[in-house]
Nanobody, 121 residues
């Protein structure tokens, strides 16, 4: 499986970014894929994922981030708006699962190389 992430960068608070995760060798569908992030000194956390055809968002992402898939391009996206300094992290796409107890969590499959998002205040 080849995964190419892009779209990260430096943006001012209140700005927007759209992350992309192009995948080869694994067909993306509306289940089992998601976005995760890890800030320096913090544990990796789920941001958003698809499960059983539905999109789920962690509380920090609700109302600001939108996950989507372009099936023709086999690419996963994360549109991020109203960015905050606390959104600064390395963002990863990965195969995932969802539960009400755990939220989005990684599953065996693929894991992207990461793209850095830095939000300045």
């Amino acid at each position: 499986v080849q995964v190419v992430e892009s779209g990260g960068g430096l943006v001012q608070a209140g700005g927007s970014l759209k992350l992309s995760c192009a995948v080869r060798g694994f067909t993306l569908g509306p289940s089992g894929v998601g976005w995760f992030r890890q800030a320096p000194g913090k544990e990796r956390e789920g941001v958003s994922c698809f499960s059983d055809g539905s999109a789920f968002y962690e509380d920090s992402a609700k109302g600001r981030f939108t996950i989507s898939i372009d099936n023709a391009k086999n690419t996963l996206y994360l549109q991020m708006t109203s960015l905050k300094p606390e959104d600064t992290a390395e963002y990863y796409c990965a195969t995932s699962r969802y539960s009400d107890a755990l939220g989005c969590y990684e599953d065996a499959g693929f894991w992207g190389q990461g793209t850095q998002v830095t939000v300045s205040s």
